[in-house]
């Protein structure tokens, strides 16, 4: 199996960009990428696109292609494939990249992800966004993807002790790293106040716990390990890919607050990686509502079952804690276009693996991970990247 | 590079079913190709799915994980994806697994399509179908898709002299091909006035020049080519694999009558399986329109341009023909659920080389082909396979 370097990465500002469409967003990403990773167009072999539901947000199907042929790559006729798997289809995107270049089939990769989500009602929004779940046994009934997240938050809080404190401290941290990134939708600082007096949405979970809707898209460029010195001096390898699935509906899990998917797709990837999480010095989770983060946290291995409320409310998962967690301002602070956060998570660990994060550069970097969800953790998709 | 083989298939018939569920149908022909494959589902390690557009179809993304979940491989967290590329889905799907195996991430692989389309309106089933077309340059602008088929038909009647009659062959003959399998949608015969007798759709194309909406699954079983004997008699290699974009639109093309795509993904995967046309026994086609067949049978090599009508009216691609095209029915008669199409394609060809396929069998068939086409042939993947 050949090894895979990442030599180009490229995103968007995450938000509501209306003055922006799809095709507009996803090719912005995608060039960014492939001039940081100093090549020309014609030594690109494939296209891999991570898309949640573009079929519903813009009635727009078969996306590989669209964002092939708008990026001008369609004159070599280059394969181009969408990936999906809900709020883990960027992750899972990366991976078939990675895929294609340890076959032997494919040398240069670019994998983009993109999502449009404001040419909606904020209701369709919620609607499509909910059929990430299992459509006939939870979202037919009502479930809503709030209302699942605050299931599992209320039993955290009873079984672990978990306070609702601790659940904002994670918005508050986000929102904190979120300040020091341009590229993220919310850049301003907020505290526990502006969590805990915000609108109720699913109790415990008010509007300050849940990651936002927003447009936007981000690339990265994979390439050999041996080839990666021809393009840059700073390659980062991707050392461990895992990827594992679950249940769809929440109520056939043997633990809701444990989602397995992550726990199996992070043994897999440390395996793989021949890493441990101590060796972790930065870390991007998928937060899509605060308790994920803290879900999060514990099932990657960083802390124990019921421990990572305390941990986030002692600072272990700051900037300068134990593992810097969701440097970038996480799904919460960065912004969440479904399809191009699994991406955004890889280009926030490259630059702090570079150590181009500026502000929110986490010191020495050299290890880092990507954590990318699918659902209430119906899909868990980790990635481990070294510094070469 | 690790050799991939094929060692199961399964399907279930193509047509209006009403009594299964989209979950339903992908679990029936994933079990029936676990079962042909003799293995226990243990030893799968990981599922890959075609699906054009279940979001829309039936209110459901996140097909992969929702598949392996009802299929009982969620408590093994398998890795699940699904892949879409319009119609081009399922021919993508199995490009995925064969990456899979090939770069030695896995050894069991379990590749399935599918698509449910009966459950909604016909006239939102065009409109969900048409989401494989450039949104903005032609669904819009009310172009459908058999109305850009018949653009073709009509500049390839006016260029090459094809006839109304040739196009009517083709139904003719796959109908005929339909009438031998048990699976296919439609198993009547029919006769040239069956076609040109029936309701035009857009001007030349009438009903029978179009392939049907359809539900159905269809799925194989992979393994590196090294293991393959450990559980079948009859395995099937996967010599060659070839992908190719083309512009969205089809008025961006350099010639309507030529789906590049279709030409440089089958030049791509005769190179890497070393055999050229002529050695090409059996080829299942992308038949969504009686002219898509006359295309991709002179794209793809088997006939010059211009000639592919004249060659279907002189008997060429029926069973006894130089190369047999569509034995199963193709997608005019043995249906077209999107995603599952590819696949269905691919257990054709397998049941071809093995030598099992009744009635309709092509003798001392060796080399089979599978070409499947998205949109208007923004998207194409040729594979080759071989039996060993």
Known sequence: MRRVAVIGVGDTKFGELWDASFRDIGIKAGLAAVEDANISAEKIDALFV????AGRFIEQEHIGALIADYAGLAKDHIPATRVEAAGASGGLALRQG?????SGLHDIVVVGGAEKMMDVSDVASAFIQSSAADQEWETELGATFPSLHALIARRHMHEHGTTREQLADVAVKNHRHGSMNPKAQ?????????VLGSLMVSSPLRMFDCAPSSDGAAAVVLCPLDLAKNYTETP???VGSGQA?????????????TFDATRVAAER???MAGVTQKDVDVAEVHDNFTISEILAIEDLGFFKKGEGGKATED???SLDGDVAVNTSGGLKARGDPIGATGLAQAVEIVTQLRGKADKRQVKDASVGLTHNVGGTGATAVVHVFRRV
């Open 98 to 102: 990675y895929m294609a270049i340890a």
């Open 315 to 317: 600072g272990r998962t």
């Open 269 to 271: 990837a440390f395996k």
């Open 236 to 238: 980062v390898e991707i």
């Open 50 to 53: 991570g898309n949640m539901s």
């Open 186 to 194: 919310f850049q301003k600082e907020i505290t526990r106040d502006t």
């Open 245 to 257: 699935s679950d249940t769809l509906a929440l109520h056939h899990r043997r633990d809701i607050m």
